[in-house]
């Protein structure tokens, strides 16, 4: 994952790997699912976010979930790159949400 290190720390981009590779996981366990019914974090992840932030809900007006972002990703930039393999294949944002779920 290239990413600007002035904005953000590795350990930030860890978390958000270790979400997708649970997120993946998930929707290669129940591919029937839809996005937004499949967890980011495994059960000792949600446990321990929930004691290092003192609460027990997300906070009050962050109402947007993984579906919603990535539609809103499709309408402002339906060509970035999405996701991209070690062969160098790409898909956009647009490809990635087109694709009906297998």
Known sequence: MEYRTAAV????VNTLLNSWQVLLEQALEAPASQLGELP????PMRDRLRQ??????????FREILPDLVERWVR????????CDTTGRTVTYSELWRRPAT
């Not at 402002?76 to 996701?83: D, K, S």
Request: hydrophobic share 30%.
């Open 52 to 61: 290092s932030s003192g609460r027990e809900q997300a906070r009050p007006g």
């Open 9 to 12: 720390t590795s350990a930030q």
């Open 40 to 43: 980011l974090l495994t059960a």
């Open 76 to 83: 402002e930039t339906p060509g970035g790159v999405a996701a």
